[in-house]
């Protein structure tokens, strides 16, 4: 028999489980960054041509980044009005530039290390603090987001001392439409001009 103590009690266990899971996609998703992370750094700080490192890059950012989804957030409401083919070619390059842009700064990190913070849960999300110190610069706030931390970790944004990057991109591209007529094929030129000047 169900008394009211025991449903007093269920209850409370109840309440405690959606806390629970929470607490356990939080530290899943800290680990996951601490990998991504570890893996990152031990590319920059290797040995070996831009070439290697790109392609290992490439890798890991595949692996561990949601980069179609980034990339849909940022085109923002001029995905819908892309078509098929303008969608498929735009991620294409998305995920070129993404790599391009992290790549081209390599040199820059040589060095670069990172401290674990804490985690904390957003809605269905998770926040990941990090310390970033690279030699010669004052130590950088690092943020991580974490989509599904809980089933299938993946990084949707990076916000920098303050700063979401994706929302700064998606930002730039909007601004870059609105001067060009909401042209998509504009973008998608400037963005082929932008990954073969440094690739």
């Known amino acids: 028999m169900i008394t009211r103590r025991n449903s007093l009690t269920l209850a409370a266990i109840s309440a405690l489980l959606p806390m629970s899971a929470r607490a356990q996609g939080t530290e899943r998703a800290a680990a996951f960054v601490k990998d991504v992370g570890d893996r990152l750094v031990a590319v920059v700080n290797a040995s070996g041509s831009l070439a290697a490192k790109r ?23 001029y995905w819908r009005q892309a078509t098929p083919e303008q969608q498929k070619q735009y991620l294409a390059l998305f995920h070129e530039v993404l790599v391009t842009n992290i790549t081209a700064k390599l040199g820059e990190y040589q060095g670069v290390t990172f401290t674990m913070g804490r985690g904390k849960p957003q809605d269905d999300e998770a926040i990941v603090a990090t310390t970033v110190v690279r030699p ?35 930002s730039d591209y909007a601004s870059y439409l609105t001067h060009n007529n909401g042209t998509i094929d504009a973008l998608i030129a400037a963005m082929k001009n932008q990954v073969s000047q440094n690739s």
């Open 55 to 77: 392609k290992q890059m490439t890798q890991i950012i595949n692996a561990a980044v949601d980069v179609d989804g980034i990339g849909k957030f940022c085109l923002g409401r």
């Open 136 to 170: 010669n610069n004052a130590p950088t706030a690092v943020d991580w987001v974490i989509s599904n931390p809980a089933s299938n970790p993946k990084i949707i944004d990076v916000v920098a001392e303050g700063t979401s990057l994706r929302l700064t991109q998606r």
